[in-house]
Structures are given as C-alpha cells and as structure tokens.
C-alpha cells in the first residue's frame, strides 16, 4: 500500500509564506484525486485544496487566492505554497490519495500522519 509522508510544517508569522510537501512511496498517477485537508484543535477536518488526475484543482473559498497545490506526478510529489498566512490557518496538514475504484482497480483512501502549521506573531 501507498503511503504519505508530509514535510514542510512550521511556525510563520502573518502574512508569510510555506510550502508543505507530501512524498508518497508509490506511484500518485494511479490516484484519482490527491489532495491537502486540515484540522485545527477540538475543530473537524476540512479540505483546504485537491488536485485530480486530469489536472484540475478546486480550493475552498477562504483559501483561493492564497494557496496553490501542484504535483510532481514523475517524482511521486504533491505540494501545497500557502502565502499571505493568518492566524486562522493554524492546524494539522494532511495529505490524501483516493481511488475511486472501477476498471478493475480497488478502492482506496490514504491519508498522511499530518504536518503542523502554526501561525503566530
């Protein structure tokens, strides 16, 4: 099975910028969807941005316009730049790989063990 490694997590202040990557041990084209999702302290998890395997890409509303995600597809890499960071972006960052299933694949959801982000002054 794939697994997800984040990296990149850290302590900014507002307005700065970080760059979170995710390494996954196997081949990402065989993903549908890959993708960063975020949870801070007593909050639930929610999708800040994913990227599918026909290269398009969705973003929540507080985040577009601020982050970009990308992949690497050729070195099994998925990156998320997080510029003009606030407070409110502070959480856990996860990484995730789904398939969809069908053509004979199996179904598959895999997540990352997560990178802290904290934004403080």
């Known amino acids: 099975q794939v697994q997800l490694v984040e990296s990149g997590g850290g302590l900014v202040r507002p307005g700065g910028s970080l760059r979170l990557s995710c390494a996954a041990s196997g081949s990402i084209s065989r993903f549908d969807v890959m993708g960063w999702y975020r949870q801070a302290p007593g909050k639930q998890r929610e999708l800040v941005a994913i990227i599918s395997n026909t290269d398009s890409t969705y973003y929540d509303d507080a985040i577009k316009g601020r982050f970009s995600i990308s992949r690497d597809s050729a070195q099994n890499m998925v990156y998320l730049q997080m510029n003009s960071l606030e407070p409110e972006d502070t959480a856990v960052y996860y990484c995730?790989?789904?398939?969809?299933?069908?053509?004979?694949?199996?179904?598959?959801?895999?997540w990352g063990r997560g990178t802290q982000v904290t934004v403080s002054s």
């Open positions: 995730n790989a789904r398939r969809h299933g069908g053509n004979g694949g199996p179904r598959e959801d895999i």
